[in-house]
């Protein structure tokens, strides 16, 4: 083959925003198709499979071949993309019937909650007979045909590939609507006799002839832009426009007057019976849905989790008796040599495991974890040695003071933390970080060393209550595998243990429990259940906020203040946390500190995480309270509200948290590898070779991460709002009192959305690596 | 019995469906991340040159240039055969009155149409400046050099616009599906 026949069949565009809906729509409707064939085989044959298949293939094609690369430089190119947009693609979509197919191979309860309400709208209904209506249909196609090839409109879709993508999406969408009246996909009704159509066609091809006649005997060039392109098929351009105006002509007019020709025939041979058949075929399609629904609603529901300790490979690395001793022992070696390197190793952060390791790469992985998997850092936490260890020691008698029972401790670390995290730059001291880690082994000790149960992971460890809150986005919980066997036991092991292993510490009872919260994912409750109901079961991310909107006596926690407080705590630290790193904060932060000295400027900093972390959030928070229960006109403490609606705001801080922690892993993945052959070196291993510390101070530029990070934001939001509104339908008002109640909650949402947006738009200091001055700015942003 | 074989046929039928499902998902995403890594797709035309014996003609996908990752594609034309040459070597570079701003090779693997060479570019800096473009072809060297203006960033909101407005857009049309969904209920579903 030809160089350059060769090059240009290679010259494909294969985006996924065109193949990943294109490859959804062909399940749906394979799957629907598969139903429906067995159902009713004459409506949904092969050859309807065949021809939906043929139709999306077409309109891909159109999209993704070398005739969407070379649109630009050859109109007739771009003349072909068009009719099999135009023609090709919806007539043979139509054919496929694909309505019926589309929505039964959706998933039952998304038909149902999802897309039945817009069915069954009477206003959307009288919608969709108006523009399915064949004056609406061809006046659509028409309009959009000429009004796109006129000078201006063409010039803009082929200098802006947006305005392009609008241009074929207002073709594919219009030229769906045109072959609807003439196809008459089931079970679209027709809205005027079938002989009209005719006319119809014939004024179609009328427009099609005098605008492919304008094309071909135009003496001038009507897009100047392909008078610049580059003319590769050695056409002047004034010949490519007259061989695109004769395809247009001769192509669409043979499109148009097939039809004509078959309609004629069919309207000539029409007898009268069979739209009386049709009436008496659709009453016992409406008989038959009717008796599917009442034995749909028999039927028992399915379980959507899937079991992780049944799965082959995976189950058995899970269930193997030492895999969590295993882990937490990898990640006690790991924490001692951070100590050990934080202690005595070069105290510049970038260089010191204790500068990289916790702040760039276990935070990054966490929360990805968080998102992918569960509260893995739980699981593997290598404080759980010197718990063990504590309880070995000291008595582990005592029982947890009552009045201490509540998160209030972990929300006055955690304030503690993020002040000091600013005040005293812990990010670029290694030895601080050590004594830190250090503390952490001791007061873990100390705790479970003298109190029963694991009163340090329940009511002390602030990292313990971040990943407890996040985890509830997780798509990996540890719950009963069936309800009806938790019903027949009466020894509840999960909870109390036996003779072989104890039960849960953090005193979570399997039947009743409905989240990751206060979970440790220990599987403590997984190896004492003698029935062996007990397991990780995962499903959708989201899935655990979705079940507490509910008001059962065993969601209590989502009720309590101090849970609520916590969850505000980690949502605003979330987003105070991530701008403190941005350039503006950072200038003001310096600034300060010349001026005030450093002790002076510690205080400040102290009043200043005060307003941000708890004067603005009561403001904000009080005034949503207030707002709502003035919309709802539904009397409510405020306690109540505030503990009901924190809730909803765990995707948005969690969105915040994993869009700043994954922009320092990605950006500073790499900087491990220096300081690990560093450490080694120390120790006296040279077998990891000198470090390479460029890898420290280069920036790869990752231009589609503020677009992930805004993905992020974004999907948090969506997420935030939709428990919200979850949450206020639960007190089943008015429509508009909900929307009331809501709303204010809403707008909180919103104003954190928009300072995230800002947060991610500003330069950000690369904490943990080696940038000098002018390059300390992520200035690819 | 019967029942065990037909529990077994359908396990088997499923795992054949999730294992065909697992392939295709893997293919399309092969295929997706192929295609994400892949960059350039001409554009628009920034300036058109000849020197000697071949034509070049420079695109970039927005004009005029603008600050941050740029797909500047080249297209070199034999002006005796009038047929584009596919085998040439093409170095570029950004000039300004400080020196060289930015500079790679432009190559086919970087470019979705294979006819052009391409190579994507971090503007750092706005103002005018030259672009520089050396192709060697076969024996055969041409230096082409030509004006260039770099604008500032585009707002990040007008760059980003999409993924900032998908969560109204979904918002809104959520309202609305209540909205019929509580007119159908009388009452808030669920």
Not at chain 1, 15 to 38: F, N, T
Not at chain 1, 447 to 465: E, M
């Amino acid at each position: 083959m030809d160089t350059i026949t060769d090059a240009v069949l290679n010259s494909w565009n294969l985006d996924p925003w065109l193949l990943i809906p294109a490859l959804v729509i062909s399940l749906l409707y394979a799957r629907g198709w598969s139903r429906q064939h067995k159902r009713a085989p004459h409506r949904f044959g092969f050859p309807q499979l065949i021809s939906f298949s043929a139709g999306l293939i077409s309109v891909l094609l159109a999209l993704i071949s070398p005739l969407d690369t070379f649109a630009g430089w050859l109109l007739t190119v771009h003349m072909i993309q068009h009719l099999l947009l135009m023609m090709v693609g919806p007539a043979l979509i139509l054919y496929g019937n694909p309505y019926l197919p589309l929505l039964a191979g959706m998933p039952r309860s998304f038909l149902k909650d999802g897309v039945a309400p817009f069915f069954a709208s009477v206003t959307l209904r009288r919608v969709a007979r108006f523009v399915t209506h064949p004056v609406f249909c061809w006046t659509a196609f028409v309009f959009t045909t000429i009004a796109w090839h006129t000078p201006p409109m063409y010039q803009l879709a082929l200098n802006s590939p947006t305005w392009h993508a609008v241009e074929h999406l207002c073709f594919l969408t219009t030229a769906l609507l045109f072959w609807s009246p003439i196809i008459q996909p089931y079970p679209l009704v027709p809205q005027m006799p079938r002989w009209s159509i005719i006319p119809y066609l014939f004024f179609a091809d009328f427009q099609n002839t005098a605008l492919s006649a304008f094309l071909i005997f135009y003496e001038r060039v009507l897009y100047p832009a392909y008078e610049t392109a580059p003319r590769i098929a050695g056409m002047t351009v004034l010949e490519d426009q007259a061989a695109a105006g004769a395809i247009m002509w001769v192509a669409s007019s043979i499109f148009f007057l097939i039809p004509v020709a078959l309609i004629t025939i069919e309207v000539l041979s029409q007898k009268k019976t069979p739209r009386l058949r049709k009436r008496v075929v659709v009453g016992q399609s409406q008989l038959r849905k009717r008796t599917e629904r009442q034995a749909a609603k028999h039927r028992p529901r399915r379980r959507t989790a899937i079991d992780l300790l049944s799965l082959p490979l995976i189950g058995s690395i899970l269930r193997w008796r030492y895999f969590r001793r295993s882990v937490q022992a990898v990640m006690f070696v790991v924490a001692i040599i951070v100590v050990a390197d934080g202690f005595f190793g070069p105290q510049v952060a970038a260089m010191n495991l204790a500068g990289v390791l916790p702040w760039t790469h276990w935070r990054g992985f966490s929360v990805i974890a968080l998102l992918v998997v569960g509260n893995v850092v739980c699981m593997a936490c290598p404080f759980n040695f010197v718990r063990d260890l504590g309880r070995r020691l000291l008595p582990a008698s005592w029982s947890w003071p009552r009045r201490l029972r509540s998160k209030w401790i972990t929300v006055s670390l955690l304030f503690i933390f993020f002040w000091a995290y600013e005040a005293f730059s812990l990010w670029e001291r290694p030895r601080s970080v050590a004594w830190l880690i250090v503390g952490y082994f001791a007061a873990a000790l100390i705790i479970d060393g003298l109190y029963k149960g694991a009163s340090f992971c329940k009511y002390v460890c602030p990292v313990g209550q971040y990943q407890f809150i996040q985890s509830l986005i997780s798509p990996v919980e540890v719950g009963v595998r069936s309800p009806t066997v938790c019903n027949t036991c009466t020894t509840h092991d999960c909870l109390r243990g036996n003779s072989q292993q104890r039960g849960c510490e953090l005193q979570l009872f399997q039947p009743q429990k409905t989240s990751n919260m206060d979970c440790t994912f220990c599987l403590d409750c997984v190896s004492a259940c003698p029935h062996e109901n007990v397991s990780l079961l995962a499903t959708l991310p989201g899935t655990q906020l979705v079940k507490i909107e509910g008001r059962k006596r065993s969601l209590r926690w989502f009720r309590r203040f101090d849970g609520a407080v916590l969850i505000f705590l980690l949502v605003f630290a979330g987003f105070i946390n991530a701008g403190s790193m941005s350039e503006s904060v950072q200038r003001w932060e310096q600034a300060l500190q010349q001026t005030l000295g450093r002790s002076s400027f510690q205080m400040i900093l102290f009043v200043s995480f005060l307003i941000a972390l708890v004067a603005i959030p009561v403001i904000l928070v009080a005034a949503s309270v207030w707002l709502g229960k003035l919309f709802s006109r539904r009397p409510m403490s405020w306690r109540e509200s505030v503990s009901t609606f924190a809730q909803a705001f765990v995707p948005l801080g969690f969105s915040m948290w994993l869009a700043h922690f994954s922009y320092h892993l990605v950006n500073g993945a790499l900087t491990a590898v220096p300081v690990v052959q560093r450490a080694a070196r120390s120790a006296g291993l040279s077998i990891l070779g000198k470090p390479d510390w460029s890898l420290s101070a280069s920036m790869i530029n990752f231009g589609w991460l503020p677009s992930a990070q805004l993905l992020m934001l974004g999907l948090g939001l969506l997420f935030t709002l939709y428990i919200g509104w979850r949450l206020a339908s639960s007190f089943r008002l008015k429509f508009a009192w909900t929307l009331g109640m809501v709303a204010p909650w809403a707008v909180l949402a919103l104003v954190l959305y928009a300072a995230g947006v800002w947060i991610i738009f500003q330069p950000m200091q690369m904490r943990g690596m080696m940038m000098d001055g002018t390059a300390e700015w992520c200035v690819s942003k | 019995m019967v029942c065990e074989q037909m529990k077994k046929k359908s396990k088997r039928k499923s795992s054949i469906r999730g294992h065909l499902f697992g392939q295709t998902l893997l293919v399309v995403l092969t295929i997706c991340a192929s295609a994400i890594m892949v960059r350039a797709d001409g554009g628009v035309v920034l300036w058109q040159q000849t020197s000697g014996s071949i034509t070049v003609t420079a695109f970039a996908t927005q004009s005029p240039l603008r600050i941050g990752p740029a797909d500047i594609s080249f297209l070199i034309e034999n002006n005796d055969q009038s047929r584009p040459i596919l085998d040439a070597r093409v170095i570029v570079a950004l000039e300004d009155a400080g020196g060289v701003t930015a500079d790679g090779e432009a190559t086919h693997d970087q470019a979705r149409n294979k006819l052009l060479y391409c190579s994507v570019m971090n503007l750092v800096k706005p103002g005018p400046g030259r672009m520089k473009v050396i192709v060697t072809d076969g024996s055969e060297k041409y230096d082409l050099d030509h004006k260039v203006e770099v604008s500032g960033r585009q707002s990040p909101l007008i760059e980003h616009w999409k993924l900032l407005t998908f969560p109204f857009m979904i918002a809104i049309l959520f309202v609305f599906h209540q909205r019929l969904a509580w007119m159908k209920h009388a009452w808030p579903p669920g």
